[in-house]
């Protein structure tokens, strides 16, 4: 068998055809396309605003500065995610309070984030892992009750939902990456979202140096460039018109894995919650022996991807004052590390490539010992 990537992303012609005429309309920076991209967006997710930037991880940033959030005041972050969440929390002058995480669902541990709370707390991420639906009845409930204010980090769950309301849509602020490996790519980028419009108002701002419109000279307030390109969203226009068929497949993915090998107890799922629809970008299982299945898929061709690495643990946190590890041992999130693994999860495998690999992993545990 060919080797099976674990992920990458989905393009035929339409992209090809999509960009190349953009291109030669010569018209290739944030303009007509990007607004057309939004507008897409905006109507599929039913959020009231919507503002594109040129990656993510920036999105992030301006979340906390469109929250008006100071420098020293702290946010509660979940202590296993892709470490930007901390990242662009730092770059925005705030304190980082890394939170325990449930394992059933990676959602945010209330409990350990109750003795986090302070009189400097002023906000709180919910991160939906590998697109998973956290509890967001129980950390909206939570966040009000302390006074928290709520970016809600949905870069992997694009067109998830929770009680029929779409992921990205619940917090004060939140939004999407549209990274290459993502649901839908734009190669790099990300999308903000909001429902007022003093926030969408910062929001455009902030990523257009600090003015509404370009051409303008006379700068209101400071401002950057995170604008979006035109080239960018074409190809996530091309993707947006296959969106129906992607989620689909990666339901049908994620349920192929579930049924074919949920009878094997050295394998664990995860459990969603009541009211959540989950779009899962990765499987992601936890397992037995986990060096040792990686090391047995590889040398069978497939290829598979370790959950992301504690934040309590990361070597560039150790002697950071603003990353704050209190209250807990983190048990959890490093035992997620140590027996989690992500499944192939890509849009373009065949059904005899995910019966290759389901055999392959049942070969493996049949045959230990």
Not at 261 to 276: E, H, M, P, T, Y
């Amino acid at each position: 068998m060919k080797q099976i990537k674990q992920i990458e992303p989905f393009f035929d012609n339409l992209e090809l055809h999509s960009v190349n005429k953009t291109i030669k309309s010569t018209f290739i920076t944030e303009g007509k396309k990007t607004e057309l991209f939004e507008n897409i967006i905006k109507k599929k997710i039913n959020s009231k605003y919507v503002v594109s930037v040129n990656n993510w991880t920036l999105g992030l940033y301006s979340c906390a500065k469109v929250l008006n959030l100071k420098n020293d005041d702290e946010i509660i972050v979940p202590n296993l995610t892709f470490i930007s969440c901390v990242t662009s929390m730092l770059m925005a002058n705030l304190k980082v309070k890394l939170c325990e995480i449930r394992p059933e669902n990676y959602s945010l541990n209330l409990s350990h984030a109750k003795k986090l709370i302070s009189k400097k707390t002023k906000a709180i991420m919910i991160v939906h892992l590998f697109g998973e639906c956290s509890n967001i009845a129980e950390i909206l409930k939570f966040a009000k009750k302390y006074n928290l204010m709520v970016i809600e980090d949905a870069a992997q769950s694009f067109c998830g939902k929770y009680n029929k309301k779409y992921l990205g849509t619940f917090g004060d602020v939140g939004g999407f990456s549209f990274y290459g490996n993502k649901t839908i790519t734009t190669g790099e980028g990300g999308l903000a979202t909001c429902s007022k419009k003093k926030y969408y108002t910062k929001f455009k701002m902030l990523k257009n140096y600090g003015r509404i419109k370009k051409g303008i000279y006379k700068h209101e307030s400071i401002g950057y460039n995170f604008k979006f390109n035109d080239i960018a969203a074409t190809i996530g226009i091309a993707q947006l018109k296959k969106l129906e068929m992607i989620l689909n497949k990666k339901r049908f993915i994620d349920n192929f894995y579930r049924k074919k090998l949920s009878d094997f107890k050295q394998i664990q799922f995860s459990k969603k919650i009541n009211g959540a629809d989950p779009i899962y970008w990765f499987t992601a299982i936890q397992v037995k022996n986990k060096k040792e299945l990686q090391k047995f898929l590889s040398y069978k061709n497939i290829e598979t991807r370790d959950f992301f690495y504690p934040m309590n643990l990361q070597k560039c946190f150790k002697n950071e004052k603003n990353v704050i590890k209190k209250y807990s041992n983190f048990k959890v999130s490093l035992d997620l590390y140590k027996n989690g693994i992500c499944l192939p999860s890509s849009v373009s495998l065949k059904k005899n490539q995910l019966i290759y690999i389901v055999n392959q992993i049942k070969n493996f545990y049949e045959n230990r010992g």
